[in-house]
């Protein structure tokens, strides 16, 4: 076992803090809750020269060919910052399906357009039910002459309103299990009969009601093989999970460091408040948890860097991650008294994206099931 | 970072399990966390020379000393298997495997390691030790003890009372912390550490009973007990340093140890969840059920890394800070929540006495049940654990 991360990884991190604590301050960040596209575009260029759009990517795809872990420690950042825009739904969601699963021609194309910051990408899974299952998954794809015909909706789709393209999970046929007969297409956001209307949500990111009323999509456009699309979803909820992890675990880690500052400069009763044992006890709980997160964030991740992902690894760190989140923000707002319930203090822009967080790449309830099973009950 | 076990580590576990199939019986009771390890002492000293043999009694120790130098990744998971498959006698009274040895490696004279480290790495009966720290009105605020330990020529007159000493009535010696001075500005300052035999005229050692009636812990009387100067460990009023050490590799074994014994409940409570019929259905479908054990292996699973993560700090050189603290308030209010889940599971049948043939799960979530909250007090309690997080992890002022 190593516990170590390498120089590279302390000089990304490092990096990553030092661009994302400039360019990204919280004044900003406020600054996107209003902006009608809600993220700096400016930014993302600098971003991608920075080499993070495609960090994972092969060297061929305009990538800087680092591991999982490497991609992980740049998204806690993100996360500590509470970076706006669709870095996570391109990046996490649509770019690493499609390094895994697409055709030479589909990763040429896209892997080098997103690794240039030039194309923004989303990826359209849930529907009017709410969960994550593949038998309640209605929109249809069919075949007419050589292409495909979209028909239905799809909800709470992240930033498609700047997407340029949408992974589209969708019905073509009907096999023994749900499972069968998932297709996912690669669908132009911009294109004819795609309609979309904004689902306000608490969080401050932007998610959307998609409609397909008969959108033409070429076979091309077809990511991995017909009816085997349900794969790719589990491939994608997995790597997924882990980043919003990562997200989380740098939510976490900022909100501790506010809220024990915090108790170090406020005094009452003539002393700072976090001499008291109250408040204090209540951090340490917050230091185990945070630390929690980020050793199961870490296993996780290291499992998929390795080539050998653990399932009830991954579900372990999301099932935490998405607890955590929400009790270290609770508890860091009582610490904080009145003024942490104002909208002039930070941290409510955390609290506010605690539900955002968790129902990304399955629930808790999911990945609680996932760990059920692999305990054998 | 890299969260594998490697092959090593791998193989010595899979050895623990064959030594814990052939050596243990299969009805073997599991509740040592009632009555620490003292009830059948025959029994556990005979395994204790049996691990000796395998060379896993003190692994982490130089060769010279009996050890064969395992790593600290190597102790971590033999101390997780030995919780896991219940094997008795692996402690040696508790403090002379975890502390009293790599403190007198640290500490101590070359005679004192000479005479005491062989017998501890022995399994023998004069290999155990207790440790006698805490006292009537030194708990928690452990510098405020009382024990007085007087220079008198080559030697020091010992007079006071200890209490909540686990195995002293096993105990052929003794580590002793005892103040040596009183003018001094910060009480913590005027203590030092000694070894007593405990066959030494004017020891007295009396039992106290458990909450369940078992004999773990004990109070001890020293009257004008006379030691050789040659017992001081390290240097006079040093002593504090010394207890800060004892104390943080005590609370290094302790989340291998929860890890081991909870998994092995955990694995348990599922099968026989996945057994037991309730309502027409497994018990195992019951979504509360479900996630409350998948809760529990989460952070069970948590407990898992901290342990190595702490074990991986000390091989680097590097003096963990509050890490230890952590680990056992983690593995504290798991072991908790493990007992009151599994008493849950069993229902009904979670009162039955740990040792009736109607107990389930060879008693083991009775042992936890009845064995957490004093687990949870000793080698320091949640709230003093906390402080230190909050002190020293979070630099926040000190809280009392």
Partial sequence: ??????????????????????????????????????????????????????????????????????????????????????????????????????????????????????????????????????????????????????????????????????????????????????????????????????????????????????VVVSKDNILGKIDNGWDIVNFIFQRAAVLKCAEISGACQSVLDITSSYAKERVQFDRPIGSFQAVQHKLANMLIDVEAVQYLLYQAACGISSGSPSPWQISAAKVKANEVYQRICIEAIAIHGAIGYTIDHDIGLYYRRVKAAEFVAGDTDLHREVISAALGL | MDFRLSEKELALKEEIRKFAEAELPTDFVRNTLIDGEFRDFEFEITMSKKLAQRGWLVMSWPEKYGGRGASLFEQTVYEMEIAYWGIPGAWMGISGIQWVGPCLMMFGTEEQRDKYLPLIASGEKDGVWCTCYSEPNAGSDFASIQTRAVKDGNHYIINGQKVWTSAAHRARWCWLAARTASNVVKKHQGISIFIVDMKTPGVTVNPILNYYGRHHFNEVFFDNVRVPASNLVGEENKGWYYLMQSLALERRSIAPT?????????????????????????????????????????????????????????????????????????????????AITGAEILGIYSQIDPDSKWAKLNGAVQGAYLGFPGQAIAAGTAEIEKSIIGQFRLGLPKSY
Wanted: proline share 3%.
């Fill in chain 2, 258 to 338: 929860i890890y081991g014994s909870l998994k092995w409940i955990l694995e348990e409570l599922a099968s026989y969840a996945a057994q037991t019929e309730y309502e027409g259905q497994s018990l195992s479908r019951n979504s509360l059920v479900r996630a409350k054990l998948t809760d529990l292996v989460i952070d069970l699973e948590v407990l898992k890394i901290f342990a190595f993560q702490l074990a991986w700090q000390i091989s680097q050189g590097q003096i963990p800070i509050y890490e230890s603290s952590r680990n056992k308030i983690m593995g504290d209010d798991l072991m908790k929540r493990g």
């Fill in chain 1, 1 to 214: 076992m190593d516990f170590s991360l390498t120089e590279e990884q302390d000089m990304l991190r490092i990096s990553a803090r030092d661009f994302l604590a400039k360019e990204c301050p919280k004044a900003k960040v406020r600054e996107m809750y209003k902006d009608e596209r809600g993220y700096d575009t400016q930014m993302w260029l600098s971003m991608a020269e920075l080499g993070w759009m495609g960090l994972i990517f092969p060297e061929e795809y305009g990538g800087m060919a680092a591991n999982f872990l490497d991609l992980v420690i740049l998204m806690e950042e993100m996360g500590r910052n509470i970076l706006p825009g669709p870095y996570f739904s391109t990046v996490a969601l649509c770019a690493l399906p499609l390094l895994e699963y697409g055709n030479s021609d589909q990763k040429t194309n896209f892997l080098r357009q997103i690794a240039k910051g030039e194309a923004v990408w989303t990826f359209a899974l849930g529907e009017e039910s709410g969960t994550y299952k593949a038998s309640d998954v209605k929109l249809r794809a069919l075949l007419e002459g050589t292409n495909y015909v979209l028909r239905g909706y799809k909800l709470f789709v992240t930033d498609a309103h700047v997407s340029d393209y949408i992974l589209v999970v969708s019905r073509t046929g009907e096999g023994n299990s749900p499972e069968e007969g998932i297709t996912l297409f690669i669908v132009d956001a911009k294109g004819p009969n795609v309609k979309m209307e904004a689902i306000p949500t608490i969080g401050g990111d932007r998610q959307f009601k998609i409609s397909f009323d008969s």
